[in-house]
């Protein structure tokens, strides 16, 4: 797997002998533009500083010319794992920042649960990781294998969609018309996560949905977006009679957390993003002695440290929502996986990169 990592690497260094442009903002990205959110909102905050020029460089497709844009480029941007930077030496004038997709820290991954060797040489190779807190530091530097002194809590970019003005009313006629949903109806997003182990994949075998909506379906409707890897553990006659709306590929999935009024989750991330709206958060975690036990797990104590409600039946759920939900520990939780609540994180992470962080500067 690596070789073809090193000769991506050794086609790339052809070119960055060339004369840096200034002005050329480079993101790296797959194809179908997953992730894209954090890149979007640095794009919008260049855009407002200046005549900057941008190119997007597809990460599963191989093209020279656009190569050479990547490699003359005077900031690069990424928000994932992109394996072949380990071989890839950029000119000294360039500068390279991780923005990462998910927000503070929560499950384990990389260098917490896996050999770290390839991620010490891509680390290697990157000026900065951009967090949101200071809290979670260390967290990072294990996974990413990066010195703390690269690390910057300046937020996540694509957080400050929370803070921009929205037509809450406007967006949830749409989506009621859509869906056909009652509009004095509350709406429960629930986000399961995938596990390796294929027999917990499938929630409805541990979610009762005639008991869920026998007892909460004359003020609540449930709404499910699965995780990608998971939609082939389920069929479609699984829905029927109203059970659910499935929005598993409803393409904004910031406005369907805008929209619902609680989250249900398990081991999601997305609980972490969720938290910036004060909303209420249950853990429905049917499985967790298994996941304890045989998944990669986490930075935090499951038990004591989440904000929100941990449960493991259907009936313990449905009791939950009726007698209503905990959230005491919600803002403290929040404002220990963000340093600044304020949606102004991608107006820091520029200021940072134009001001403070250039090597030459």
Same mark, same amino acid.
């Given at each position: ?20 442009? @200034? ?5 790296i990205?797959?194809?179908n ?12 905050? =260049? ?15 191989l ?43 929560f499950?384990?991954?990389?260098g ?21 807190? &200071? ?10 294998q ?25 967006l949830r006629?749409? =989506?009621?018309? *859509?869906?056909?949903?009652?509009? @004095? *109806? ?38 499910? #977006?699965?995780?990608p890897?998971i ?24 406005? +369907?957390?805008?929209l ?5 989750? @398990?081991?999601?991330s ?5 938290? +910036? ?5 249950? =853990? ?11 998944? #990669? ?6 038990k ?8 493991? &039946? ?48």
């Amino acid at each position: 797997m690596f070789l073809k990592h090193k000769i991506f690497g050794k086609l790339f260094n052809i070119f960055t002998k060339s004369k840096i442009n @200034d002005n050329l903002v480079s993101f790296i990205i797959d194809s179908n533009e997953s992730f894209s959110g954090n890149l979007e909102y640095i794009k919008k905050e =260049f855009e407002n500083r200046g005549n900057f020029q941008f190119h997007f460089y597809y990460k599963d497709k191989l093209s020279l010319s656009s190569l050479k844009k990547l490699a003359t480029s005077k900031y690069v941007f990424l928000n994932d794992n992109f394996f072949p930077l380990a071989f890839m030496d950029f000119n000294k004038e360039t500068l390279v920042v991780q923005l990462w997709h998910a927000p503070g820290a929560f499950k384990k991954f990389g260098g917490s649960v896996e050999n770290a060797s390839m991620l010490k040489l891509i680390s290697d190779k990157t000026d900065y990781l951009i967090i949101t807190s &200071t809290y979670n530091e260390s967290f990072y530097s294990e996974a990413f294998q990066i010195d703390k002194s690269k690390i910057k809590p300046l937020g996540l970019p694509r957080a400050d969609y929370y803070f921009e003005k929205h037509d809450i009313d406007r967006l949830r006629n749409d =989506f009621n018309e *859509k869906y056909g949903i009652n509009p @004095d *109806k509350k709406i429960i997003l629930y986000t399961p996560t995938f596990r390796e182990n294929k027999e917990y994949n499938n929630v409805f075998n541990y979610l009762d949905l005639n008991e869920f909506n026998n007892k909460l379906s004359d003020e609540y409707v449930l709404v499910l #977006r699965l995780h990608p890897k998971i939609k082939k553990f389920y069929s479609d006659d699984i829905a029927v009679n109203g059970d659910y709306i499935d929005c598993s590929d409803y393409k904004n999935e910031q406005e +369907l957390l805008l929209l619902s009024d609680i989250l249900i989750t @398990d081991y999601s991330s997305i609980m972490i993003e969720f938290g +910036l709206l004060n909303k209420p958060i249950i =853990f429905f975690a049917y499985d967790l002695d298994n996941y304890l036990s045989n998944e #990669r797990g986490f930075y935090l104590d499951y038990k004591k440290d989440l904000p929100g409600p941990v449960v493991h &039946t259907t009936e313990e759920l449905i009791d939950v929502i009726c007698e209503g939900i905990d959230t005491s520990k919600l803002k403290s939780f929040t404002e220990n996986q963000f340093n600044q609540i304020d949606g102004e994180a991608s107006a820091r992470v520029v200021d940072f990169v134009l001001k403070e962080g250039g090597k030459n500067g």
